[in-house]
């Protein structure tokens, strides 16, 4: 597989049901009041692990060969990625090694630790992440399966939109958060197939908007120092992702922290359903008016809900 098609997302669709949650799309007559569309949310919060990356890694893990797999899987990753790696590898009965910063948060590495996933820290740069992740494979001979730029992880995001499409087929829009550009390129495949008329569309932090600047200039351009409280979106978007971003998304738009921050709260306080910051960010470029939806029909993808949680403890 060279290029991604929606045959290759309904194979993986195929491939991963019964193992992933087919998630619930959500509506809110109160966020189509605020927005002047009608929006209906694919709700990845509640995926297994807690975010549309169980989907990737579950379809990477089971199109691996019997030998190839026994030898395990690596990658590298800031949280989600490396927890559904440890998890679908899990499921497999096979080892998993997953490459993290050293700075990651301790409720992160722990989850990918509870889920059975041996953690190698680096130092918190993506180069070191990379040259980590390949001295795991050389030295232990796992297969390498890369958050965002490997085909069947993409295939295996796009099947997020191949349910949101299946129930609700008649959208006008849809909208999710870009990073690596995994879930966008699947989604844009899925949408462009079934709907070609659609527009689609990306949130994106303008802290790490390196996917922004790119679509723009035709060119993948990095950000130095990216930085926003969306820290599942600060990868460089993949030379995979790209191309199929280029030619199937209408445009992405840039949100602030506090926009994003914004977003979370209004979504936990009129839909009381906890979402991340990368998770919200799609739905961040809604609120702010940067993307057209006004009286329209338009799905919007919550990617995922590991939300750190910092409140008081508990009576005692």
């Known amino acids: 597989m060279s290029e991604i098609a929606l045959e290759d997302i309904r194979a993986a669709d195929a491939r991963i049901r019964g193992r ?13 009041a605020l ?6 949310f694919k709700c990845e919060n509640f995926q297994k692990t807690g975010s549309f990356k169980a989907r990737g890694a579950m379809n990477a893990v089971l199109s691996l060969a019997d030998a190839e797999a026994a030898r395990g899987v690596a990658t590298h990753s800031s949280g989600n990625h490396g927890a559904a790696l440890a998890w679908a590898a899990g499921m497999r009965g096979i080892p998993a090694f997953v490459v993290m910063p050293r700075t990651v948060s301790r409720v992160k590495l722990a989850s990918v630790e509870r889920l059975g996933g041996t953690v190698v820290l680096c130092e918190p740069t993506h180069k070191a992440r990379e040259a980590a992740a390949e001295r795991v494979v050389r030295e232990t001979g796992a297969a390498l399966i890369h958050p965002f730029n490997d085909l069947r992880v993409i295939a295996g995001q796009g099947t997020a939109a191949l349910e949101l499409f299946g129930e609700v087929p008649d959208l ?6 870009v990073g690596g550009g995994g879930l966008l390129s699947g989604t844009s495949v899925v949408a462009r197939a079934l709907r070609p008329g659609i527009g689609v569309y990306a949130g994106e932090p303008e802290g790490a908007a390196d996917a922004s600047l790119s679509f723009s ?8 120092h990216p930085s926003s409280i969306a820290d599942g979106l600060l990868a460089l978007v993949g030379d995979l992702t790209f191309p199929v971003i280029r030619r199937n998304v209408d445009g992405i738009a840039t949100v602030s922290d506090a926009a994003i921050a914004f977003a979370m709260r209004q979504i936990w306080e009129i839909m009381k359903i906890a979402v991340e910051p990368s998770g919200a960010v799609g739905y961040a470029a809604i609120a702010e008016r ?14 995922g809900g590991n939300v750190e949680f910092n409140g008081a403890s508990g009576p005692g």
Request: glycine share 8%; charged share 20%.
């Open 217 to 224: 200039s035709g060119v993948r351009q990095a950000v130095d």
């Open 35 to 40: 927005s002047g569309a009608r929006l209906f």
């Open 172 to 177: 006008d829009v849809v909208v999710c958060p």
């Open 20 to 32: 992933v949650h087919r998630t619930p799309v959500l509506t809110s007559t109160r966020l189509d």
């Open 290 to 303: 940067k993307v057209p939806v006004a009286g329209l029909r338009v799905g919007v993808i919550l990617s």
